[in-house]
């Protein structure tokens, strides 16, 4: 029987390449929220796959950005620095075809390090019509940047991702678990509450109003047959208010209905939601809202 092995895997890119979706499906468990809008993921969340020769420990980190100018951007951005210490591994996923100066920009971070291994995953090869195009990509890629593995995958389709845990347990330490076998992240349920909230206000609104919202969990009961959640949805204008709450309450409702359905599928069990919608101004500028929020 082989040593058995453990340790930190972190997956990093550009916002949008599928990195929440990667985790998921790399742990058999939605854990982190996805949607099509760039910007979704706010904190590094840990997904822990767990078999009998191993234990990873993947962390799900926000899209790095650019110059980010609001305190909650910077945040996020500090998330995928902190993600990136002590870890054995990185997954830095890239879309298929689509390099550009935000991937460069992750390089420039990843030449810091003090080189742990690092794997290019090349997502959404699904959607290439013309392999040799991807091929000659590929290989545009590596004599422009030196990386340990690269690795062409399809998250949604699970394409290549056995090779992908094949290559991450080569590079971890020969170590006993981290975490109790039988755990899959390392947040709270009143984290997953607010997060699933969150995804299914992003899928409802505009593009703006997104970035500009929080939610926060004031009550989790659970009794023993119904699981009580009370949630306050933070904007930052009155007519951001009006557009969350919908014509007489249509989008609240819609989104409350969403969200329930997931949050009963993930709690395997009945859900009694009710959602306030309130205002504090320029709070994804206020290091104090943040730091209120939970960031």
């Known amino acids: 029987m082989s040593e058995f092995r453990s340790g930190y895997v972190s997956i ?4 949008n390449v599928g990195k929440s979706t990667l985790l998921n499906q790399l ?3 939605k854990i982190s929220i996805v949607t099509r809008k760039p910007q979704t993921t706010r904190w590094s969340v840990n997904g822990i796959k767990t078999s009998e020769n191993y234990q990873i420990v993947f962390i799900d980190t926000p899209g790095l950005q650019v110059n980010p100018k609001l305190a909650l951007n910077r945040y996020m951005n500090k998330e995928v620095s902190n993600s990136l210490i002590f ?6 996923v890239i879309e298929a075809l689509k390099w550009n100066e935000l991937d460069w920009n992750v390089v420039k971070l990843l030449k810091n390090l003090d080189r742990p291994k690092i794997i290019l995953a090349i997502n959404k090869i699904d959607k290439v019509s013309k392999k040799e195009k991807l091929l000659s990509n590929i ?3 590596s004599k422009k940047v030196k990386f ?5 995958i399809s998250a949604t389709k699970k394409e290549g991702l056995n090779d992908l845990i094949e290559l991450a347990v080569k590079n971890i330490p020969v170590s006993g678990p981290l975490y109790p076998i039988d755990q899959i992240t390392n947040r709270s ?4 509450a607010a997060e699933f909230i969150r995804e299914k206000l992003i899928m409802r609104l505009s593009n703006e109003i997104p970035h500009h919202l929080s939610v926060t969990i004031e009550e989790f009961r659970d009794t023993k047959n119904i699981l009580h959640i009370d949630a306050c949805i933070w904007v930052e204008k009155e007519s951001h208010k009006s557009i969350v709450i919908g014509k007489e309450g249509k989008v609240l409702k819609d989104v409350g209905t969403l969200a329930r359905n997931d949050l009963e599928k993930f709690f395997n069990k009945n859900i009694n939601l009710k959602t306030w919608v309130k205002i504090k101004n320029k709070w994804a500028d206020s290091r104090t809202a943040l730091k209120q929020f939970g960031y």
């Open 139 to 141: 290989d545009l890629i």
């Open 148 to 152: 340990d593995e690269i690795i062409p």
């Open 27 to 29: 742990v058999d468990q």
């Open 87 to 92: 870890v054995n591994v990185i997954i830095f």
């Open 189 to 192: 349920e009143r984290f997953f």
């Open 12 to 15: 990093i890119g550009k916002p």
